[in-house]
T-cell receptor
Framework: GENVEQHPSTLSVQEGDSAVIKCTYS??????FPWYKQELGKRPQLIID?????GEKKDQRIAVTLNKTAKHFSLHITETQPEDSAVYFC?????????????FGQGTILTVHP | KAGVTQTPRYLIKTRGQQVTLSCSPI?????VSWYQQTPGQGLQFLFE???????NKGNFPGRFSGRQFSNSRSEMNVSTLELGDSALYLC????????????FGPGTRLLVL
């Protein structure tokens, strides 16, 4: 089955710096890669996603890149703000076979210092 | 549209008891997935239901079961609770045909004593 590795497990940055979180996946059939942000005591919220026919996607300060050959994808947050502090999870999904199953990475605790 | 709702939000049970958790998906969404979240194991897939049928199941013992009703509401049941079942149980709602885009409910936090 699919296995998703996420690094780093913790990331500390100064406000205004950029943050990058990387994930690798094992199943070449995976074709959808979402990122979730989970604040303390709250539900995971979908912040951006990318499908395998696209190499990069941007949404304001957030971007995701995908390298299908190397089987890795990354989340980039620019101009970080204290409210970006949260746990970020990457996930992988193989449409057509996974039937509702997202395989998640272990999470990255991002701390943005004012 | 209202988001995904889960009840109850918090539960305290003792070992050996059973528990039933409920999830109401976003209106119009027919697929519901369940996940267990723990500090040690992270987010792990339990099962997925679509049109009252379980289509996929994760690697959990048979004590974990679920069902879905005709209105797409779903329940999961855990029998003979163990201390290790203490976790946040999340359900996710997705529209049919786009099962990959999942929206999570607030979760039910279960503590087993």
């Amino acid at each position: 089955g699919e296995n998703v590795e996420q690094h780093p497990s913790t990331l500390s940055v100064q406000e205004g710096d950029s943050a990058v979180i990387k994930c690798t996946y094992s199943d070449s059939a995976s074709n959808y890669f979402p990122w979730y942000k989970q604040e303390l005591g709250k539900r995971p919220q979908l912040i951006i996603d990318i499908r395998s026919n696209v190499g990069e996607k941007k949404d304001q300060r957030i971007a995701v890149t995908l390298n299908k050959t190397a089987k890795h994808f990354s989340l980039h947050i620019t101009e970080t703000q204290p409210e970006d502090s949260a746990v970020y999870f990457c996930a992988a999904f193989a449409r057509g076979t996974s039937y509702g199953k997202l395989t998640f990475g272990q999470g990255t605790i991002l701390t943005v210092h004012p | 549209k209202a988001g995904v709702t889960q009840t109850p939000r918090y539960l305290i049970k003792t070992r050996g008891q059973q528990v039933t958790l409920s999830c109401s998906p976003i209106s119009g969404h027919r697929s519901v997935s369940w996940y267990q979240q723990t500090p040690g194991q992270g987010l792990q897939f339990l099962f997925e239901y679509f049109s009252e049928t379980q289509r996929n199941k994760g690697n959990f013992p048979g004590r974990f079961s679920g069902r879905q009703f005709s209105n797409s509401r779903s329940e999961m049941n855990v029998s003979t609770l163990e201390l290790g079942d203490s976790a946040l149980y999340l359900c996710a709602s997705q529209t049919s045909g786009r099962e990959e885009t999942q929206y999570f409910g607030p979760g039910t936090r279960l503590l087993v004593l």
